[in-house]
C-alpha cells in the first residue's frame, strides 16, 4: 500500500534538514585585530620558531608563577593561604566570539531544527505523495496541518530526525482512523436484554462492490464465532441477486429468507426479523440492491428499509480501490440513513491504501473489516496497527 512512502519520505526528511543545517545561524567570527608591520610579525614569527623549546616552557612556568604570586598578594589580607595546592590559576578570559564557538558547531552537526520556511519549500512533495496514494485533497490538507504542528520549530537530533517525522506521520494516522468496534461483542451484548430481538445489520452500497459477498463473508465469520445468523435478500430489484444470495446460504450453511422479485425489500428485511425472533436466531444480515450515490428515488427507498427494519447497525460496503469517488459516495449514503460503520472491499489489490484514510476522516466512522479475496475466510477484522505497518511506515 503507499508504494514507496517510507522511501520517500526518506528522501524528503533528508532534503528538508539539509535545508535546515544551510539556513541555520552563521557562527559568530573572532573580531578582527589591528594590523601588524608585516616585517615585525616575520619577525616574531621566525623568533619563535627558532626559540628552543626548554625556553618556551620556562617562560609558560613563569608566567603561571607570576600569577600565583598576584593571587596570593590579592588573598593576603582576607584569606590566609596554606599551600599552593589550595590556589589555581586563574583562566585567561576568552576572546570575544570563541566562547561557544565548538557548542555552535557540535551542534550544528548533531542538531537540525525544521523551521516554517523550510517545510513550506518541501510540503507539496508530501503533498504529491499523498494524493497519488488516493488520500483526498481535503484530507491530505489536514495531514499536512497536522504534521507542520508536530515539527515545526522542533530540534531533532540529526541522526534520529527521519524517525521523529516518520513517527509524527503515524501518529497522525492513528488520530485519523477511528478505532474499530467488535461486532461479536455488540451481538452478544443485545442478546443479553430482556427484549430478545436479534442484532441487525443493514448492507447499503453502490452497485458492483462485492457487497452480496461481503456479507456472506461476515455471516461465515459470525458463524465461526458460534453467533447464529439469518440472511435477509432484500435485493428484490437486481437479476439473478436472490439465487446469488441463496446458493451463498447454502455453501456457509446459513438460512436466506427471500421473496419474488419486485416485491417491498422492506418487507423481506421485517420477514427476516420475525423469522429470527421465532427461532432464538442472534443475527440478521440485511442485502439491499446496489444503487447509485446520485439516484434520489432508489436512496429514498433505502432510506424506507432503513426506517421500518430499525437496524442495529446500518454499514456502507465500498472498494479500496475507488479512490476519491468512495468519498461521494459515502457522503450520500450517510446523509439518508445515517450510516454506523464500513466495509471496504478488494483490499488485497489495493497498493495504496489512502481511501481508508479519506472514508475514515471524512465519515469519523470505523472500518470494521477489509475484503481480501475470493473465498469466505478472506476477510479480516480492520487493525490499525497492521495497515500503518502495512503503509510501508
Not at 21 to 30: C, F, L, N, R
Not at 220 to 247: P, Y
Amino acid at each position: 500500500m503507499f508504494g514507496k512512502l517510507k522511501e520517500k519520505l526518506k528522501s524528503w526528511t533528508k532534503k528538508i534538514t539539509e535545508k535546515s543545517e544551510e539556513m541555520g545561524e552563521p557562527i559568530e567570527e573572532t573580531p578582527e585585530k589591528k594590523p601588524i608591520k608585516e616585517e615585525t610579525q616575520k619577525e616574531k614569527t621566525q623568533e619563535e620558531i627558532s626559540k628552543p623549546i626548554k625556553e618556551i616552557v620556562k617562560d609558560e612556568a613563569e608566567k603561571d608563577l607570576k600569577k600565583i604570586e598576584e593571587t596570593i598578594k590579592e588573598k593576603k589580607d582576607s584569606e590566609p593561604v596554606k599551600s599552593l595546592r589550595d590556589l589555581k590559576v586563574p583562566k585567561e578570559p576568552e576572546k570575544p566570539g570563541t566562547e561557544s564557538f565548538f557548542k555552535k558547531i557540535t551542534s550544528k552537526i548533531s542538531n537540525v531544527k525544521i523551521t516554517e520556511k523550510e517545510f513550506e519549500v518541501y510540503k507539496e512533495e508530501l503533498e504529491m505523495l499523498l494524493l497519488e496514494n488516493n488520500v483526498a485533497l481535503e484530507v491530505t490538507e489536514k495531514i499536512i496541518e497536522k504534521l507542520k504542528e508536530k515539527i515545526i520549530d522542533k530540534e531533532f537530533a540529526r541522526k534520529e530526525a527521519e524517525q521523529e517525522v516518520t513517527d509524527a506521520f503515524k501518529e497522525i494516522i492513528k488520530e485519523i482512523l477511528i478505532d474499530p468496534f467488535d461486532i461479536i461483542e455488540k451481538i452478544k451484548e443485545k442478546n443479553q436484554e430482556q427484549t430478545k430481538e436479534p442484532y441487525v445489520i443493514l448492507f447499503c452500497g453502490i452497485n458492483g462492490t462485492g457487497k452480496t459477498t461481503t456479507i456472506a463473508k461476515i455471516a461465515n465469520h459470525l458463524k465461526s464465532k458460534k453467533v447464529s445468523c439469518v440472511l435477509a435478500a432484500a435485493d428484490t430489484f437486481r437479476a439473478a441477486s436472490i439465487e446469488q444470495l441463496q446458493q451463498h446460504g447454502e455453501k456457509i450453511g446459513i438460512k436466506v429468507i427471500s421473496n419474488e422479485y419486485g416485491s417491498d425489500p422492506a418487507s423481506v428485511g421485517f420477514d427476516a426479523i420475525k423469522y429470527a425472533k421465532k427461532n432464538f436466531i442472534d443475527c440478521v444480515l440485511i442485502d439491499t440492491a446496489g444503487r447509485m450515490h446520485t439516484s434520489k428515488n432508489l436512496l429514498r427507498e433505502i432510506e424506507k428499509i432503513s426506517r421500518i427494519n430499525k437496524p442495529d447497525l446500518k454499514v456502507f460496503v465500498g472498494e479500496s480501490i475507488a479512490g476519491n469517488d468512495i468519498l461521494e459516495q459515502v457522503k450520500s449514503f450517510d446523509w439518508e440513513i445515517g450510516i454506523d460503520a464500513i466495509v471496504l472491499t478488494k483490499a488485497d489489490v489495493d497498493e495504496k491504501g489512502g481511501t481508508a484514510l479519506s472514508v475514515g476522516y471524512v465519515t469519523k466512522k470505523p472500518i470494521l473489516y477489509l475484503g481480501t479475496g475470493q473465498e469466505y475466510s478472506k476477510i479480516e477484522v480492520f487493525d490499525k496497527e497492521k495497515f500503518i505497518k502495512d503503509l510501508g511506515l
